[in-house]
Antibody, heavy 118, light 107 residues
Framework: QLQLQESGPGLVKPSETLSLTCTVSDGSISSSRYYWVWIRQPPGRGLEWIGSISSTGTTYYNPSLKSRVTLSVDTSKNQFSLRLTSVTAADTAVYYC??????????WGQGTLVTVSS | DIQMTQSPSTLSASVGDRVTITCRASQSISTWLAWYQQKPGKAPELLIYKASSLGSGVPSRFGGSGSGTEFTLTISSLQPDDFASYYCQQYNSHPWTFGQGTKVEIK
């Protein structure tokens, strides 16, 4: 069964860059059937789609974050990554990576809490 | 952006009840809609995709219907494991957007 695991710092200072990596195991990230996505959830709130990337590097970003977000993929490591620049307290959230098939997300990582604080 | 509005925000029900959650889109999304279940401290899990197709391993008591702008998620007989939050998500056009969620509580 496919597994996804987020990794990265749990604490980031305001104005700095948040960087997370999602490692995919028991399956290949290289299939053209899928996109790989990042979704976040502020504490006690709902879900927000951040962006998606294909194995060939085609990206889609949420316009609300587009100026600050970069997604990348490393098929040799079966990983994809998120960079979010100039973070503020509003970026404090649980960040999930997931696999998207046609737009619905069938496999999710367990999520990682990132807190923005000095 | 397409706005997704769920109702109710909170629902109190008993084991065995039939439960219906509604999701409305601000414009037509055909049947490009998914439903997810989320339990506290856990990642969401896919229940329904393409408005009415059951996700892998999802019990048959869950059902989805609708097209265009109005959709429903129905739990035919609520089980103890079903007390959770539920989210709809449209994937008709980017940016993909979620409803605000419906929390199903024990009555």
């Amino acid at each position: 069964q496919l597994q996804l695991q987020e990794s990265g710092p749990g604490l980031v200072k305001p104005s700095e860059t948040l960087s997370l990596t999602c490692t995919v195991s028991d399956g290949s990230i290289s299939s053209s059937r899928y996109y790989w996505v990042w979704i976040r959830q502020p504490p006690g709130r709902g879900l927000e789609w951040i962006g998606s990337i294909s194995s060939t590097g085609t990206t889609y970003y949420n316009p609300s974050l587009k100026s600050r977000v970069t997604l990348s993929v490393d098929t040799s490591k079966n990983q994809f990554s998120l960079r979010l620049t100039s973070v503020t307290a509003a970026d404090t959230a649980v960040y999930y990576c997931a696999r998207s098939v046609g737009g619905s997300h069938d496999y999710w990582g367990q999520g990682t809490l990132v807190t923005v604080s000095s | 952006d397409i706005q997704m509005t769920q109702s109710p925000s909170t629902l109190s029900a008993s084991v065995g009840d039939r439960v219906t959650i509604t999701c409305r889109a601000s414009q037509s999304i055909s049947t490009w809609l998914a439903w997810y279940q989320q339990k506290p401290g856990k990642a969401p899990e896919l229940l329904i995709y393409k408005a009415s197709s059951l996700g892998s391993g999802v019990p048959s008591r869950f059902g989805g219907s609708g097209s265009g702008t109005e959709f429903t998620l129905t739990i035919s007989s609520l089980q103890p494991d079903d007390f959770a939050s539920y989210y709809c998500q449209q994937y008709n056009s980017h940016p993909w957007t979620f409803g605000q969620g419906t929390k199903v509580e024990i009555k």
